[in-house]
C-alpha cells in the first residue's frame, strides 16, 4: 500500500466514570457547548492523546482531572471497549473506552467555555438525549460486553443519535460471540415468525441480572421490542397486562405481537419516544409533563373496574422484618422505629380498593415523543393495587418541588384522599428499607444512598406533618 493510503486516524480516549453497583449503575456524562463539533450534545469525558509521549492511560488521567476535576491513579482505569468510528464527513478515528469505579474529588464543570452541564445517568435506559451517536455506540457496545466494535456512519446521517441510524456492529470476542448481543436462537424464531426476519439486534437490557430487552430491526422495515423474561411471574404479569388493560391505554403503550410462556418471550411493538429519565426541561416544560404524566396515571388506574382490597398491615409488617435483617446495620438512630410505626399504622387504615396498576411506574419507563405525547412500556410489575402503589416511585421525581407534585394531580383529575396520603407514606418508606438492604446485599452503594435518602426524606416529612387522622 502506499504511503498516502494509508490510516492515520487519531486517537482519543473516552472516560466511563460509574458508580453504583449492577442494579442501578449511573456514568457520568457532559454537554458539549460552544463553538465546537456536536454542540448541544451529550458525550462522555474525552479527548486526545497529546502526542507519542502519552499513552492512553495517562490521556485518560489527564482528560479526567481536566474536564470533570477528578483525580484517577492509574491503577483505577480498566480497558471497556475500542470502537472503530467513521463520522457522517468520512473522518475516521479509533476510540478507547475505560470504565473507572474509583476516584478522588467530585466531578463538575471545569472548562464551561466547551462545557455547559455535567450530570450521572442511568446506564440501562437512562441515557440522554440528543447524545452524539459515536458516544452512544460505544456505551452500547460496552453494556454488550464487547471488546471491539465498528460504528461507520453513512454521510447522510445525523450527528445525534437516532435508532434509525443505529450503525453499531459488535466484533465477535475470540472464543465465541458476544455474550447477550443477540439472543439464543429459539427466541430469534419465535421472534422471526412473529414479524419477519430479522437483520439486527441491539441489547438494550439493564446492565444486571434480571429480564433481558433486544432491539430488533425487520429486512423490509419496522422495529420491534423482543423481552425474555428472567421469571414465570414477571412474564405472566406482562402477557397478562397486554391481554387485558394495555390495550386501553391506545398510543400510550405498546402493542403485543407474540407471547411464548416456555420461553418466557414476548414481542411488542415499539412506542414513539425517548425515556423521560435524563431529560433536562426547564421548570415551565416540567409541569406541563407531570400533568401529562398524572393523566396517564389516571388512564391506568381507571383502565380496568376496580375490586375490593385486602387490608396490607400483616404484609407490610412481615416484609419489614425480612428487609431489617439486611438493612438494620445502615440504619440511623430512629429509622427503625420510625419504620415499624408506620407499617403499624397500616393496619389501622380501611381497606382501599385494588386498580390496573402499573408496578414500576417511574420516569426512565416513560416515554415522550417528539409531539409530546407520552407513553409508558415494562408490565412485567403490574398486578392489581392501590392507585399509590404507583406514585412510590414517581414521588421522588416531585420530591422538594411541590409545583410538580400539584401539576400531576391536576392531571390525575383528583387529590389523594387521606388514606391514601398514609399509604403512599407507608409504601414508601417499606420501598426504602427494600432499597437498602438490596444495595447492601449486593455491593450497590448507589441504591443503598437512594434508599437512606427517601428515608430521611420520609423522616422529615412526617416531623412536619400532623397525623392523617388528627388533621
Known amino acids: 500500500m502506499s504511503e498516502d493510503k494509508r490510516h492515520r486516524e487519531p486517537v482519543d480516549v473516552h472516560l466511563i466514570l460509574r458508580r453504583g453497583g449492577t442494579a442501578s449503575p449511573e456514568i457520568l456524562l457532559s454537554r458539549r457547548a460552544g463553538p465546537v463539533y456536536a454542540s448541544g450534545l451529550w458525550h462522555l469525558p474525552s479527548g486526545h492523546l497529546d502526542g507519542p509521549h502519552e499513552d492512553i492511560v495517562e490521556a485518560l488521567v489527564r482528560e479526567a482531572r481536566e474536564e470533570t476535576g477528578v483525580t484517577i491513579d492509574a491503577a483505577d482505569v480498566h480497558a471497556a471497549v475500542t470502537v472503530h468510528h467513521r463520522s457522517p464527513g468520512g473522518a475516521a478515528r479509533i476510540g478507547v473506552l475505560c470504565e473507572v469505579r474509583r476516584w478522588e474529588g467530585t466531578p463538575g464543570v471545569r472548562e464551561p467555555q466547551v462545557c455547559d452541564a455535567m450530570d450521572w445517568f442511568r446506564l440501562d435506559d437512562g441515557l440522554p438525549h440528543p447524545m452524539v451517536a459515536y458516544c452512544r455506540a460505544g456505551l452500547d457496545a460496552y ?4 471488546r471491539l466494535a465498528l460504528h461507520f456512519q453513512h454521510p447522510a446521517d445525523a450527528i445525534a443519535y437516532t435508532p434509525e441510524q443505529d450503525r453499531l456492529r459488535l466484533v465477535t470476542a475470540a472464543g465465541g460471540p458476544v455474550v447477550a448481543s443477540e439472543p439464543d436462537g429459539r427466541v430469534r424464531q419465535f421472534a422471526e415468525r412473529a414479524v419477519g426476519r430479522i437483520v439486527s439486534w441491539t441489547d438494550t437490557s439493564w446492565v444486571r441480572e434480571g429480564s433481558r430487552v433486544w432491539r430488533a430491526h425487520g429486512a423490509a422495515g419496522g422495529t420491534w421490542y423482543v423481552k425474555v423474561h428472567q421469571g414465570d411471574r414477571f412474564h405472566a404479569r406482562e402477557v397478562g397486562a397486554y391481554r387485558t388493560w394495555v390495550p386501553r391505554l391506545g398510543a400510550a403503550a405498546p402493542r403485543l405481537v407474540a407471547a411464548d410462556s416456555r420461553l418466557r418471550a414476548v414481542v411488542v411493538t415499539a412506542a414513539p419516544g425517548r425515556p423521560l429519565h435524563g431529560t433536562v426541561p ?15 396515571a389516571a388512564a391506568i388506574h381507571t383502565s380496568a373496574p376496580p375490586q375490593p382490597g385486602p387490608a396490607p398491615g400483616d404484609m407490610q409488617l412481615e416484609k419489614i422484618e425480612h428487609h431489617l435483617r439486611r438493612a438494620r446495620p445502615h440504619l440511623g438512630p430512629g429509622d427503625e422505629d420510625f419504620l415499624r410505626v408506620r407499617a403499624g399504622r ?11 396498576t402499573h408496578g414500576d411506574f417511574q420516569l426512565r419507563n416513560l416515554l415522550c415523543a417528539e409531539d409530546g405525547g407520552l407513553a409508558v412500556i415494562d408490565f412485567e410489575r403490574s398486578e392489581p393495587g392501590p392507585a399509590v402503589r404507583d406514585l412510590v416511585r414517581l414521588s421522588d421525581a416531585w420530591a422538594g418541588r411541590p409545583d410538580l407534585y400539584d401539576a400531576f394531580l391536576t392531571g390525575y383529575g383528583r387529590t389523594l384522599t387521606l388514606v391514601e396520603e398514609e399509604r403512599l407514606t407507608v409504601d414508601s418508606a417499606l420501598d426504602a428499607l427494600s432499597g437498602i438492604q438490596y ?6 452503594p448507589e441504591l443503598l444512598e437512594r434508599g437512606l435518602r427517601t428515608l430521611a426524606r420520609l423522616r422529615a416529612d412526617d416531623r412536619c406533618k400532623p397525623c392523617p387522622h388528627h388533621r
Open 143 to 146: 453494556r454488550a460486553g464487547a
Open 282 to 296: 426547564s421548570s415551565r416544560e416540567q409541569q406541563v409533563l407531570f400533568r401529562r404524566i398524572g393523566a396517564l
Open 346 to 356: 397500616a393496619r389501622e387504615l380501611p381497606d382501599v380498593e385494588c386498580v390496573a
Open 439 to 444: 444495595g447492601a446485599a449486593h455491593g450497590d
